[in-house]
């Protein structure tokens, strides 16, 4: 039999519905405003879930091979805190923020392989080969994050915006470690071995764990319409303990906006999201530079309130969006060698160049008063 090389081509639909962002904001004073606020950073689930079954003539025997495969993958990141900003002139304002975090990331492999050769009858089996792994993580993590900023308007149309976001310092992790391989081959004369681990850890480090970042903004305003340029640097982070092993990496996002009446408004833009992990640590694991576009239509309803203007008002907002982008980077799989022995066969983890389209829509609503 010849050797497998399980890659995965990932192509899935879902429908998920994420609070990205949810704020309270008031004003204490002509010169100082506060908020609290609650959004969701990163949200990310995908499910592999893939059968491969072989037959063929070999000589006069019969072939088989068996493989069925699962990898589920579940992300989320939300940040809860509040953010306070201070009017210095007509011309710059300053603020800070401070965010509790909450991440929780959960990652299950399940492999199933199996193999022989028939010869004549149906017990006549010839090098049967079995492998079973089933691989589950999870972690979840408390933490602290610092941001700082400044806006200031150059001129009367030209305004620049700066932000810095400090490391989130975890305050308490939990870590579950489950992993069970059960392996049996015709090289150990038909005997099986097998490995049970279970590790849960609780602790509370202070540990570094998602990277510190800086941000600068250039914005033009026009009367119905608006010019908006973003660079990020993400700055490097080293902690072995968390498998976190990321280089500086930067992105750039660019939009622009314009009212097609008072309440219809047309938006594009370009963006980045590349990378910055350097290790891929299991199967499914992917490392992807995206660059892509995205196109969306807001529109608004304005409701007056009794002792208000109507533009003072509660204002009811929609956007439709659609986000495309292409990917490139690394994906990790494995290579099952069904004929080379020990220690000559290539089974293990084997990292390959691998390229995807996303297609996302998104539908989002607001309520301003």
Not at 133 to 138: G, K, P
């Amino acid at each position: 039999m010849q050797s497998l090389i399980l890659l995965f081509l990932l192509d899935s639909i879902t429908f998920q519905s994420i609070p990205s962002a949810l704020v309270f904001k008031r004003r204490f004073s002509k010169r100082v405003h506060g908020a609290v606020g609650i959004f969701v950073t990163d949200f990310e689930r995908f499910t592999v879930d893939d059968t491969l079954l072989w037959e063929d003539s070999m000589g006069p025997n019969t072939g088989r091979f068996y493989q069925h495969t699962t990898v589920d993958l579940e992300r989320q990141t939300y940040h809860l805190g509040f953010m306070v900003g201070v009017k210095i002139n007509e011309r710059l304002r300053l603020g800070a923020s401070l965010f509790g975090v909450y991440a929780r990331s959960t990652f299950k492999y399940r492999d199933l392989t199996a193999a022989h050769l028939q010869a004549g009858g149906p017990e006549q089996v010839l090098d049967p080969f079995l492998w079973n792994s089933d691989f589950t993580r999870a972690t979840t993590l408390w933490g602290l994050q610092l941001g700082l900023g400044l806006q200031a308007q150059l001129s009367k149309r030209w305004f620049f915006g700066f932000m810095f976001r400090s490391p989130v310092v975890e305050l308490y992790t939990k870590h579950r470690l489950e992993r069970l391989v059960v392996s049996a081959a015709h090289y150990q004369d038909g005997t099986g071995d097998g490995l049970f681990e279970r590790e849960t850890e609780s602790r509370l480090p202070n540990d570094a764990v998602i990277p510190a970042e800086v941000v600068l903004g250039l914005g033009v305003l026009g009367d119905v319409w608006a010019l908006g340029l973003e660079g990020e640097l993400v700055l490097p982070i080293r902690n072995w303990k968390q498998w976190l092993d990321f280089d500086p990496q930067w992105n750039v996002r660019a939009g622009g906006r314009m009212y097609l009446s008072k309440r219809f408004a047309i938006g594009m833009g370009l963006f980045t999201e590349r990378g910055q992990r350097k290790g891929l640590h299991h199967t499914g694991d992917a490392i992807m530079d995206l660059y892509g576009a995205v196109l969306g239509l807001k529109w608004r309803n304005a409701h007056g309130v009794t002792g208000r203007k109507r533009k003072d008002g509660i204002v009811f907002t929609t956007t439709l969006a659609l986000r495309y982008a292409w990917g490139r980077g690394y994906l990790q799989g494995f290579i099952n060698d069904l004929e080379g022995l020990p220690p000559n066969n290539d089974t293990g983890p084997v990292r390959r160049r691998h390229s995807l389209h996303e297609i996302s829509l998104y539908l989002g609503s607001s309520l301003y008063f």
